[in-house]
């Protein structure tokens, strides 16, 4: 159990476009999401909390506006880079988070977008 | 502020040896997560610790919670290379007045394991 999906694997797009990446629970449901990136050979940075039904929560320092975020049912959170720049290239990575009797809440990550710019 | 200091940051061992990874932080987390990432894929939760002085074993892997819940220890005995990834530890916070908390990252530990 605790699968987490994420759609696509890897993308190329160009410089000013839009991309949106997908995250599914496959087999729980998730109230609550959590958008992350990485870049190489660094640990994850939060971008924001994605709750199903409400505005999502960003950290500070991340755009709002360019970083979409819809989290329409309690299986599917989507995140869309709009009018994308170089700079965004990142591996942007989603995680899921279940609630557990023992623990409250554990999350679990999707294998992560590769998103390259051109 | 770094609220999860991580340790060693990097570490490359022959297989056989013995290594110990550690998670310090001067805040009490509800839990911690161990994962392990290998390149070009997201996190693996390997186990969560909740209680003060817990110890789990997964196989060769030993983790530890410290007693006041700041701090915990991954111990990988006789390492084999397929040991190697990033390992990081995240401790879960809880927000004030809320059922819904957030993850907190150490920059993790790159280890790499040579046969």
């Known amino acids: 159990g605790a699968v987490v999906s994420q759609h696509p694997s890897w993308v190329i797009c160009k410089s000013g476009t839009s991309v949106k990446i997908e995250c599914r629970s496959l087999d729980f449901q998730a109230t609550t999401m959590f958008w992350y990136r990485q870049f190489p050979k660094q640990s994850l940075m939060l971008m924001a909390t994605?709750?199903?039904?409400?505005?999502?929560?960003?950290e500070q320092g991340v755009e709002k506006d360019k970083f979409l975020i819809n989290h329409a049912s309690l299986t599917l959170s989507t995140l869309t880079v709009t009018s994308a720049h170089p700079e965004d290239s990142s591996f942007y990575i989603c995680s899921a988070q279940r609630w557990t009797n023992r623990v409250d809440y554990e999350q679990y990550f999707g294998p992560g977008t590769r998103l390259t710019v051109t | 502020t770094q609220l999860l200091e991580q340790s060693p940051q990097f570490l490359s061992i022959q297989e056989g040896e013995n290594l110990t990874v550690y998670c310090n932080s001067s805040?009490?987390?509800?839990?911690l997560q161990w994962y392990r990432q290998e390149p070009g894929e997201g996190p693996v939760l390997l186990v969560t610790?909740?209680?003060?002085?817990e110890v789990k074993k997964l196989k060769r892997l030993t983790f530890q919670f410290g007693d006041a819940r700041k701090d915990s220890s991954l111990h990988i005995t006789a390492a084999q290379p397929g040991d190697t990834g990033l390992y990081l530890c995240a401790g879960y916070r809880m927000n004030y007045g809320g059922s819904q908390g957030n993850l907190i990252f150490g920059k993790g530990t790159k280890l790499s394991v040579k046969p």
């Open positions: 610790v909740v209680t003060g002085g």
């Open positions: 994605s709750n199903e039904g409400s505005k999502a929560t960003y």
């Open positions: 805040s009490v987390f509800s839990s």
